[in-house]
């Protein structure tokens, strides 16, 4: 997803090669919403980067579960195997509003998969 490659051309060059689409990555991705939020910059200066990081957590659960990506209606899901469905782009939004984590939902829906 184009999201999920501009997020990481956006992070610090030092820190890209942390992000190699494996579950553990998204450990540094929390941390970096955390960093973000803590900066305390208006929700609209980091959408995009919100979303991006959202699609990169989703192309990680599409990489371990063997997922595909869902649209409709502007809205952007996974799909497991398992057929459960996950917003990894509104847990974005709500890891930076302080109440999600994308390292625990790729977590939660690898548990599910093949």
């Not at 803590?38 to 959408?47: D, F, G, Q, T, W």
């Not at 990081?53 to 398992?82: C, K, N, S």
């Amino acid at each position: 997803m184009r999201w999920a490659a501009e997020a990481v051309a956006a992070v610090p060059e030092g820190m890209r090669p942390q992000l190699d689409r494996s579950a553990q990555s998204l450990w540094r991705v929390d941390r970096l919403i955390e960093d973000l939020r803590r900066e305390s910059p208006p929700y609209a200066a980091v959408e995009g980067v919100l979303r991006g990081l959202g699609a990169y957590a989703g192309e990680v659960i599409v990489r371990q579960t063997g997922a595909e990506w869902w649209a409709t209606g502007g809205d952007h899901w996974i799909r497991t195997p398992d057929g459960r469905l996950w917003d990894p782009l509104d847990e974005a939004r709500r890891c930076f509003a302080g109440h999600g984590s994308l390292r625990l939902l790729c977590r939660d829906a690898m548990r599910g998969r093949r």
